[in-house]
């Protein structure tokens, strides 16, 4: 039984794998350039979200006991990164997405 196991694990992993050579636009954008976020829509609608998951993941470990996450709205970020961006062209996203939790703190 445990062979037939293994078996059946290697065989999914394997059929998995074969789905995998999609065609993926794949972005780190915490080092991703502020040049990333001007070239498309489709790459600022992620890097809203990802910039909402930033913030909320600095909320709690700046404060660990807190208990609710601040909620930024997509046009805040959209408006706050392009003007970060468009005047530090040589920084990356994590710089941008930290400028804009010290705008968001002093509001």
Same mark, same amino acid.
């Given at each position: ?11 999914? %992993? ?8 999609? $065609?993926? *636009?794949? =972005?780190?954008?915490? =080092? ?11 790459? &600022?609608?992620?890097?809203? +979200?990802?910039? /909402?998951? +930033? ?8 404060? !660990? $006991? &807190? /208990?609710?996450? &601040?909620?930024?709205? !997509?046009?805040?970020? &959209?408006?706050?990164?392009?003007? +970060?961006?468009?005047? *530090? !062209?040589?920084? *990356?996203?994590?710089? %941008?997405?930290? *400028? ?8």
């Amino acid at each position: 039984m445990r062979k037939f196991g293994t078996m059946a694990f290697l065989a999914v %992993a394997a059929f998995a794998q074969s789905g995998c050579h999609a $065609n993926q *636009n794949v =972005v780190a954008f915490d =080092v991703a350039g502020c040049g990333v976020w001007t070239e498309s829509e489709q790459v &600022r609608v992620v890097g809203i +979200y990802w910039v /909402q998951g +930033y913030v909320s993941g600095h909320d709690f470990t700046a404060d !660990p $006991n &807190r /208990q609710s996450v &601040r909620m930024v709205t !997509p046009d805040a970020v &959209r408006a706050s990164i392009g003007k +970060y961006c468009a005047a *530090n !062209p040589d920084k *990356n996203m994590l710089h %941008a997405a930290q *400028n804009f939790v010290q705008e968001q703190s002093t509001k």
